[in-house]
């Protein structure tokens, strides 16, 4: 048999997945029915693999497959045609056969071919005596032989359908786009995915309308996709709720985009007022034959996440985008593992000083990540990603942790400092947050006045009655609040009057802007200003050059951090740092580090 028809009838055989999987009630009635007509003892369903005959059925065979070699079920799925060998041992290939070995005498099998005119394999009859097979026999044969091939492809055509919507699924998309991979190898194609809403959109929807109601959102968007479609052109029911499409070959990209954004509307016009769905559309552009079907599926997923962040709803995949969300991805599911891992992350220090007294007053605690494979992670880059998600919490947890047992050993050790820990929006959300604060103060003996929280402007005004009264409560309980990267906010310097805080952290990037002129220095003065009418002590952040500490000192400012004084350090280090620059003030720092 040819090299490439072989391959290709192989190919169809494992498109099928049907080797090595579970006997099936189905087929075995088929074959006990053979073996009932012949009236012989053996019937099998066997399909030709590329060395071996195995049996999706059987019937008076102990084992499930045979060498391929000199196996008669090969002979018919090679020539895809009936065969029938009345007596083996007068056959001169078959004579000297496994087969023949064990005894078998006589054997018929039927072809089973595919729609497409490839034989998997046969379905066979054998007997222990050599006899004829009259025409009768033969004919049923062949007609249990195509039932059989019913069988498959009923089976094969369940696992293919979504039930819901009654489109093809995920892994017929897959298994068409292979195809178009194998017929059109180097056209260039776009793939879309429709995405219906987001993640929290469709549990709100769950939990208030039921999972009956969602059904028939999914049914309809599914009704809405095919329609804009048309006949021609085939929808795919991906994920329970997405849906993916192909663009004909050929089409104008921009042109097609646009339709794409008319489809959206379809879809807004339906959702109606009871449930609202931002769906969105990702669009990946492929190579047929050289992107692998699951990068096709996956590069479209992601451009349908990034389509949410676009007015338009609809994004096309960028590489640069995406290789940003794998990294992000990484760190969030490997952060969950450095929080129960413990030895990954880490707490430095940085003094804060009182720029009248030029003492060391306090410190802020700053969290340090060594992934195990690569290397120390930027707060800057991890922080905005874990505090989008539910890890926020556990994660200021284990700081407040960490950072009040180090405050505690240093109070112990005679070393008075304000611990300056910086936390979340998420956290503010939390409802049990001030009391999980509270209990923490308990368990480590620390007194609440020796501890701040930092809060960003941004992260109080995503809900300012909420973070306000959660603050407040801690205010209540005796902690210092202070408001951190004051400026880079939107929040309106009125809002300064309603906020708990009582320290104001002006941000790094305002200081360092000093340096430029006398228009950076009056914002910078205008800031503390007001600040102090409203009753705020004031802190500037980032002070790197003597330059700065002096203009901050002119302008009435009260602390200080940054560079100049002190980088972040380890609790060893921070010891070390007091001792040397400021003996006169602590006590020893053997005793705490
Ligand atoms: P932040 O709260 O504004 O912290 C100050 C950042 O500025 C720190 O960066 C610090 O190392 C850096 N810095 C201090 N002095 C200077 C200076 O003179 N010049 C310059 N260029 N930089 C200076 P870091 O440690 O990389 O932290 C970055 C951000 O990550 C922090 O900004 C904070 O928003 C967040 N972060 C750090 N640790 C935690 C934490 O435990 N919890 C939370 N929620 N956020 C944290
Ligand atoms: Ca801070
Ligand atoms: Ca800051």
């Known amino acids: 048999m040819h090299d490439m028809q072989e391959e290709a009838r192989l190919d169809a055989l494992y498109r099928l997945n049907l080797l090595d999987t579970a006997p099936s009630e189905s087929f075995d009635r088929i074959t006990r029915m053979a073996s ?54 007068e056959d001169s290939c078959y004579r000297t056969s496994n087969l023949a070995a064990q005894g078998v005498r006589f054997y018929a099998g039927a072809s089973l071919t595919t729609r497409e005119g490839y034989s998997l394999g046969a379905l066979c009859v054998l007997g222990t005596e050599p006899r004829e097979a009259t025409a009768l026999e033969m004919n049923a044969l062949d007609d249990l032989a195509k039932m059989v091939m019913a069988q498959i492809e009923l089976q094969h055509a369940f696992g293919r ?53 969602l059904d028939q959102i999914v049914r309809e968007a599914a009704r809405t996709i095919t329609g804009a479609l048309g006949r021609d052109r085939t929808a795919y029911h991906v994920a329970a709720t997405q849906f993916a499409f192909l663009a004909p070959p050929e089409v104008d990209e921009q042109a097609y985009l646009a339709s794409l954004v008319e489809i959206l509307g379809r879809f807004a016009n339906r959702s109606g007022d009871r449930f609202i769905m931002a769906t969105s559309i990702g669009v990946a552009p492929f190579v047929a ?34 290789s940003l969300h794998q990294r992000r991805f990484r760190l969030l599911s490997d952060f969950g593992k450095a929080l129960a891992a413990k030895d990954q992350l880490s707490l430095a220090y940085q003094p804060r000083i009182d720029l009248a007294t030029r003492r060391c007053v306090g410190a802020e605690a700053l969290i340090r ?45 005679g070393i008075d400092l304000c611990l300056s820990i910086n936390i979340s929006a998420t956290n503010l959300k939390d409802p049990g947050f001030a009391q999980q604060v509270q209990l923490l ?3 480590h003996r620390v007194r609440a006045q020796s501890v701040e ?31 951190d990267d004051f400026g880079t906010g939107h929040s309106s310097l009125a809002y300064l009057q309603k906020l708990p805080g009582n320290i104001l952290k002006i941000d790094q990037s305002f200081v360092g802007d000093m340096v430029r002129g006398d228009r950076e220095q009056t914002l910078i003065r205008s800031m503390i ?52 620059d400021r003996s006169d003030q602590f006590g020893s720092c053997a005793a705490a580090a």
Not at 41 to 64: C, E, M, N, Y
Not at 170 to 194: I, K, N, S, W, Y
């Open 36 to 89: 009932q007509i012949f009236g012989l003892p053996i019937a099998a369903v066997s399909l030709t693999d590329r060395d071996r005959q195995w049996f999706k059925s059987r019937v008076g065979v102990s084992h499930w497959s045979i060498p391929r070699e000199k196996a008669p079920c090969a002979q018919v799925a090679e020539s895809a045609a009936t065969v029938l060998i009345p007596d083996l041992l």
């Open 161 to 213: 359908l979504d039930p819901l919507s009654g489109l093809p699924n995920r892994t017929q998309f897959l298994e068409d786009l292979a195809d178009l991979g194998r017929d059109r190898p180097g056209e260039r194609r776009l793939a879309m995915l429709v995405d219906l809403a987001r993640h929290e959109q469709l549990d709100n929807g769950l939990r208030v309308m039921g999972a009956a109601f």
């Open 289 to 322: 034959g050289e992107t692998t079907p699951s990068a096709v599926l996956r590069t479209a997923h992601s451009a349908a996440q990034d389509a949410r962040g676009s007015p338009s709803m609809v994004s096309i995949y960028s590489q640069a985008a995406d």
């Open 369 to 413: 990540w060594r992934h195990p494979q690569l290397g120390e992670i930027s707060p800057a880059e991890f922080i905005p990603v874990v505090e989008q998600t539910a890890l926020a919490n556990p994660m200021t947890g284990w700081v407040l942790d960490t950072a009040l047992e180090q405050l505690a050993r240093w109070q112990k050790a």
């Open 441 to 443: 103060l308990l368990k």
């Open 453 to 483: 929280l930092e809060v960003t402007e941004s992260a109080i005004m995503e809900d300012v009655a909420g973070a306000s009264a959660q603050l407040g409560v801690l205010v209540e309980a005796g902690l210092q609040v202070a408001i």
């Open 529 to 580: 200003t007001l600040a102090h009418d409203l009753g705020y002590r004031v802190v500037g952040e980032g002070v790197e050059r003597v330059e700065m500490h002096d203009w901050l000192v002119a302008m009435g400012c009260d602390e200080a951090q940054g560079y100049l004084y002190g980088r972040p350090m380890s609790p060893e280090a921070l010891c070390g740092w007091l001792e040397s």
